[in-house]
């Protein structure tokens, strides 16, 4: 099995948002883009959100627009073995040091899980720290989480544009 490593964070001093994954499948590891593969709906989702056409942006305009509208990225595991790109195949993780970074953002209310693996990895690494902000936790984006449809799962992605309008 291969080791696998998480990207760097997009943050920044402005960050009100921080949308929490689980680790980079091969696509996005391949072409070192968070949710690189075409299947995933994040962009998909975070420009209905946003009401901007993230998909049609080149990958740094998307970071910049995200960043713009004080959200952040990162990934709870910050490397792991794990064969393929499922959640499912994750062994061996070492978690990020989401406090550390937490720490680093005065103007985060929110933490938002990119589906159930980021959540329960997430939580424990919080620990008592989640009772400070609103968490949230979003059904996956990843096309292996197809038991729930599109429409279902942009429902519950809106919730995030209450956390941005203020």
């Not at 075409?38 to 989702?45: A, G, Y």
């Not at 103007?107 to 690494?125: D, M, Q, S, Y």
Request: charged share 20%; net charge positive.
């Amino acid at each position: 099995m291969t080791t696998k490593r998480c990207f760097p964070p997009v943050v920044d001093a402005n960050t009100r948002v921080l949308i929490l994954g689980s680790l980079p499948g091969e696509v996005s590891l391949a072409q070192s883009q968070y949710y690189a593969h075409k299947q995933n709906r994040f962009w998909h989702l975070m420009s209905e959100i946003l009401e901007r056409d993230l998909v049609g942006m080149e990958y740094a305009s998307r970071l910049q627009t995200l960043l713009q509208h004080r959200i952040g990225l990162w990934d709870v595991v910050a490397e792991a073995q794990r064969a393929g790109s499922l959640d499912s195949s994750i062994r061996n993780h070492a978690s990020n040091d989401l406090i550390a970074l937490i720490e680093t953002l005065p103007k985060l209310e929110v933490i938002a899980f990119n589906g159930g693996t980021a959540e329960k990895i997430g939580t424990r690494a919080l620990g008592s720290l989640t009772e400070r902000y609103r968490v949230m936790r979003l059904p996956s984006s990843s096309p292996a989480y197809a038991a729930v449809p599109y429409r279902a799962k942009l429902s519950e992605w809106l919730r995030l544009r209450a956390c941005l309008a203020a």
